[in-house]
């Protein structure tokens, strides 16, 4: 019987063998140090956190808009820009204040969006529309 085309047959497949074993070991080579760079990036941003957390500990806190003027409107006022996805005009915020929009109920919701406008809590648009500011 004759056993050298089994032999190499067995030495193509040896061959391939080593050679995929050789791939590998490259391809676990850069994927070890891919992974020692991502430690490494995330070793740094624990410590950014941490200097972050420290350093935000020292800064005196500082309220991000005004106080609200003392009127229970206000509240209301801002709630209801808070759900809405347009601005709205005085009289649909009236509305959403089950208020009549007669004029003297919208023209005093309108006075009051307009000294919301004044603190730089909420905005105005061109057509006298009202959003929070973003």
Excluded: W
Excluded at 12 to 36: K, Y
Excluded at 81 to 97: F, G, H, K, M, S
């Amino acid at each position: 019987m004759n056993v050298q085309p089994l032999l190499d047959a067995l030495g193509i497949q040896e061959d391939a063998a080593r050679s995929l074993a050789d791939d590998l070991r490259t391809q676990i080579d850069e994927l070890q140090a891919r992974l020692g760079e991502a430690e490494i990036h995330l070793e740094h941003l624990a410590i950014t956190r941490k200097t972050v957390t420290a350093l935000a500990d020292r800064i005196p806190a500082r309220a991000d808009s005004p106080d609200l003027p003392e009127h229970p409107d206000y509240p209301r006022i801002l709630a209801v820009l808070n759900e809405a996805t347009a601005p709205l005009r005085a009289r649909d915020i009236c509305e959403a204040l089950d208020r009549e929009p007669l004029p003297k109920k919208v023209e005093g919701t309108r006075a009051k969006l307009k000294r919301l406008v004044k603190l730089d809590i909420i905005a105005e648009d061109e057509a006298g529309g009202f959003a929070r500011k973003q």
